[in-house]
DNA sequence: TATTAGCACTCTCGATAGGAGAGTGCTAAT
DNA sequence: ATTAGCACTCTCCTATCGAGAGTGCTAATA
């Protein structure tokens, strides 16, 4: 897919994005050959620059002023020249210190998660539930409001609650409500959307009408997981104009679940990285987006991620993924699952994992 | 509190406010005579804008340059000159139609009305859920996950669901759980805060520390009703600087709750404009905050709000706000409180449905 | 007395021009 | 293969200048 670079024009590549990324200015020979005091002539980086834009790895917005990298550029950059570095100890110290202030509640958590990556990584972040691959009823109470209202709560395995009200076709007094959740909570306990349905014929009457909206309701969580998530630190963005389309992913929050089921279906473990682009991921141009999933694998998974401009801090910003990633992996085996990890102070666990 | 203006000069006020919203430019005095076709000279103009300058009304950013409204222009302009007008036919029923399509669920109203909101009124748009003044136990559920971990779930009067995850002095089956729970509930349906406190006596052992959970969960949800808002067009402001004020509200959700707060108490029926500035609203400085109650009074109420740039089409939004929080309210009344108000603009369903 | 016409002045905005700085490709020498 | 030198290009910054719009002030007018 690539093609072969000679070391020097990976130096070169790599000392390139490095510049731009932090003046955001077009970058040229001599600016390079002296930041970087190389034993190499100005006119010899010109020979390279001129390979690497032939190849496509960078380009010039205006004829005499400079290069930059193209996505091209940016996606070699991440996946062969990029050497991942730790976070600063003290910044996990710190990090870590606030999940533990805060340790009790998942929703506290995303919030949590995104509020930390989004002061990391200068970017705007990205935090959605832990969801079930496929969701398997748990629970469910029924609970007379007024008239004929019911207020039907469902717990799903994996902890996470629906509320959704209905509408009897005739009234019924809490004690009946009771008795029929008592006996759908018997019978349909551990079922997935298909055993569910298979089930269906064995009820009738009220009981049939609530497995029905239960269903519904599974259903529904099945397809779209993403209903619930929590987003932070917009103000990030403000700045440059290539901001408003970032902003518009996290707005749109359909544009966004395709995005991340597109995402999701290439799949892999660990941290992904999107740089945007035409066609594919056209929704996401001149941003990237930093993606990792966290939890038990197939099991009971959500994501946290990085989306910023094009022009970001990737490493930093990849392990500050990973970091977080992790930690709510522990947190989520810890609570959701039986056989905990390894000890979550380590963070080098995600080896572990697999 | 306003120094008197004389009717033509309100005249001159209102036309250059409207002038200003529209174009974002300063506004002179040859302008307005031109633009609206005034009986009177430029010059003649010109006095009275000096003495709405002088009076503090107006102001010039540039010597010599064109007025544009100061704060203190623009509320006199909101409370004395605004005649709201209504929302076209055409549009009301559009938003209809959309509350229509989507009435089942609390939570996709409010997600519906912040995006009506944004897109109307070309703002930024929020909303919180409706909450009771003091909330009320209605019901509990104990469902045990793993070992000694068990989840709440806690019902309160209003149909709002809380869950918190809970660990056990010691492990305790699910019909020990289901026991305590029944217990409970017969106890403590209907009481609020004191009176859970006052009864608290009553219990000892797993009862006693479910209690104890469920007030610590009320007394939160007491203090700060506000952890679950939405919002939506962001987009909407994201064009010149003042912008970053109006996002940083957003963000910030403890700021947003001050400010919230602080609106409350000023309190009164209705809508309530806030233009920001110096001292009491530093927060909202540039922008503006059109809030709307919606709900019971006092019983079980929610806000509705727009945040914008101080140069925002007042008349527009107010109208758009009072439509939805009147809308809103409406669908308060049916699903959670016993009697109705008066029909809505469609009274088709408010009676159907009872 | 209230209004208006006229006038000199101010200030912004846009277009234009020139120069500094940085970068480029090409060629010839090392 | 590398480098020095060179002519050239293009952006960015600054200065200048006129057009346009607005202002305050004064004197004339109804």
């Given at each position: 897919?690539?093609?072969?670079?000679?070391?020097?024009?990976?130096?070169?590549?790599?000392?390139?994005?490095?510049?731009?990324?932090?003046?955001?200015?077009?970058?040229?020979?001599?600016?390079?050959?002296?930041?970087?005091?190389?034993?190499?002539?100005?006119?010899?980086?010109?020979?390279?620059?001129?390979?690497?834009?032939?190849?496509?790895?960078?380009?010039?917005?205006?004829?005499?002023g400079g290069r930059i990298p193209t996505e091209f550029g940016y996606r070699y950059f991440v996946q062969r020249l990029l050497r991942d570095f730790e976070l600063p100890v003290?910044?996990?110290?710190?990090?870590?210190?606030?999940?533990?202030?805060?340790?009790?509640?998942?929703?506290?958590?995303?919030?949590?998660?995104?509020?930390?990556?989004?002061?990391?990584?200068?970017?705007?972040?990205?935090?959605?539930?832990?969801?079930?691959?496929?969701?398997?009823?748990?629970?469910?109470?029924?609970?007379?409001?007024?008239?004929?209202?019911?207020?039907?709560?469902?717990?799903?395995?994996?902890?996470?609650?629906?509320?959704?009200?209905?509408?009897?076709?005739?009234?019924?007094?809490?004690?009946?409500?009771?008795?029929?959740?008592?006996?759908?909570?018997?019978?349909?306990?551990?079922?997935?959307?298909?055993?569910?349905?298979?089930?269906?014929?064995?009820?009738?009457?009220?009981?049939?009408?609530?497995?029905?909206?239960?269903?519904?309701?599974?259903?529904?969580?099945?397809?779209?997981?993403?209903?619930?998530?929590?987003?932070?630190?917009?103000?990030?963005?403000?700045?440059?104009?290539?901001?408003?389309?970032?902003?518009?992913?996290?707005?749109?929050?359909?544009?966004?679940?395709?995005?991340?089921?597109?995402?999701?279906?290439?799949?892999?473990?660990?941290?992904?990285?999107?740089?945007?682009?035409?066609?594919?991921?056209?929704?996401?141009?001149?941003?990237?987006?930093?993606?990792?999933?966290?939890?038990?694998?197939?099991?009971?998974?959500?994501?946290?991620?990085?989306?910023?401009?094009?022009?970001?801090?990737?490493?930093?910003?990849?392990?500050?993924?990973?970091?977080?990633?992790?930690?709510?992996?522990?947190?989520?085996?810890?609570?959701?699952?039986?056989?905990?990890?390894?000890?979550?102070?380590?963070?080098?666990?995600?080896?572990?994992?697999?």
């Amino acid at each position: 897919m690539f093609k072969p670079l000679s070391e020097r024009q990976e130096q070169i590549l790599g000392l390139l994005v490095q510049t731009y990324v932090e003046t955001g200015l077009p970058v040229g020979s001599k600016t390079l050959v002296e930041r970087f005091v190389l034993d190499i002539s100005p006119a010899t980086v010109r020979h390279e620059l001129a390979a690497l834009d032939e190849a496509g790895y960078v380009t010039q917005i205006h004829t005499s002023g400079g290069r930059i990298p193209t996505e091209f550029g940016y996606r070699y950059f991440v996946q062969r020249l990029l050497r991942d570095f730790e976070l600063p100890v003290t910044e996990q110290q710190m990090i870590r210190h606030q999940f533990h202030q805060a340790r009790t509640e998942m929703e506290q958590w995303m919030r949590l998660a995104a509020a930390i990556l989004a002061r990391t990584s200068q970017g705007a972040s990205l935090v959605t539930a832990p969801r079930p691959r496929q969701n398997r009823f748990k629970h469910l109470e029924l609970i007379s409001t007024q008239g004929r209202l019911v207020l039907l709560i469902l717990v799903l395995f994996g902890g996470e609650v629906k509320q959704q009200m209905l509408t009897l076709a005739e009234p019924a007094s809490q004690a009946r409500l009771s008795q029929a959740a008592e006996r759908l909570n018997a019978l349909l306990e551990g079922l997935s959307l298909g055993d569910l349905q298979a089930r269906l014929g064995q009820l009738s009457g009220l009981e049939e009408d609530i497995a029905r909206l239960v269903l519904d309701v599974i259903q529904r969580a099945d397809e779209r997981g993403l209903n619930s998530f929590y987003h932070d630190g917009l103000l990030n963005l403000l700045n440059d104009e290539s901001t408003r389309q970032a902003v518009r992913v996290l707005e749109e929050r359909t544009l966004l679940s395709m995005v991340l089921a597109e995402m999701l279906e290439t799949a892999g473990a660990g941290v992904q990285v999107v740089i945007g682009g035409e066609g594919r991921w056209a929704a996401l141009k001149d941003c990237a987006l930093i993606l990792s999933r966290y939890g038990v694998n197939g099991e009971l998974s959500g994501e946290v991620a990085v989306l910023g401009p094009t022009r970001m801090p990737y490493g930093r910003n990849i392990s500050a993924v990973r970091y977080v990633a992790d930690l709510m992996s522990g947190f989520v085996h810890e609570y959701y699952v039986n056989e905990p990890l390894l000890s979550l102070e380590d963070p080098r666990h995600s080896q572990a994992e697999l």
